[in-house]
């Protein structure tokens, strides 16, 4: 069946620093790839999504570029902030059902 | 502008008690999903409803039940609750076919004791 593997982390950066976290998927059909965010103490919110090869999301200075030849999904930040700190969640969903996570990635950020 | 709603947002059960977890949407979602959160093990998919008037199990269905009431609403059932039930509890809803994320409530905290 489908799967998502991600680094599982935590991951501890200091602010400003680059952040990328790694994720792969193995998926029989096309799937569209996402990444949700979970703050502490509440539900997982949409981060960014891409739907097809080599389309990039991006939203609130966070990128992934959907990479059908390494089935590769990898999140990327230029410079992270405090309020980045995290768990975040790659996903992908085949036909619009069946969501499949990864374990997630716990990011914290130091000023 | 409510989304995904969920009640309660916490709860102790004793082992072997029975209870509820309700869940209501206000986006005219097709699709609606019931996934438990433990750490280190990401989100595991207990029941979902594609549409109204059908449920199907997911990876781990054991020991829960699921009623979709009505487009809006798909609850999630404890019968005999163990202390392994123990985690926390999403409800999330997406339109279906070709309408692609998913939409999140925020959760109900269940700990049985």
């Known amino acids: 069946g489908d799967s998502v593997t991600q680094m599982e982390g935590p991951v501890t950066l200091s602010e400003e620093a680059f952040l990328t976290i790694n994720c792969t998927y193995t998926a029989t059909g096309y799937p569209s790839l996402f990444w949700y965010v979970q703050y502490p103490g509440e539900g997982l919110q949409l981060l960014l999504k891409?739907?097809?090869?080599?389309d990039k999301g991006s939203n609130k200075g966070f990128e992934a570029t959907y990479r059908k030849e390494t089935t590769s999904f990898h999140l990327e930040k230029g410079s992270v902030q405090v309020s980045d700190s995290a768990v975040y969640f790659c996903?992908?969903?085949?036909?619009?059902?069946?969501?499949?996570f990864g374990p997630g990635t716990r990011l914290s950020v130091l000023p | 502008n409510a989304g995904v709603t969920q009640t309660p947002k916490f709860q102790v059960l004793k082992t072997g008690q029975s209870m509820t977890l309700q869940c209501a949407q206000d986006?005219?979602?097709?699709?609606m999903y019931w996934y438990r959160q433990d750490p280190g093990m990401g989100l595991r998919l207990i029941y979902y409803s594609a549409s109204e008037g059908t449920t199907d199990k997911g990876e781990v269905p054991n020991g829960y039940n699921v009623s979709r009431l009505n487009k809006r609403e798909f609850s999630l059932r404890l019968e005999s609750a163990a202390p392994s039930q123990t985690s926390v509890y999403f409800c999330?809803?997406?339109?279906?076919?070709?309408?692609?994320?998913?939409?999140f409530g925020q959760g109900t905290r269940l700990t049985v004791v």
């Open positions: 999330a809803s997406n339109g279906g076919l070709g309408n692609t994320e998913a939409f």
């Open positions: 986006m005219n979602h097709n699709s």
């Open positions: 891409a739907t097809k090869a080599d």
């Open positions: 996903a992908l969903s085949s036909y619009g059902q069946n969501f499949v």
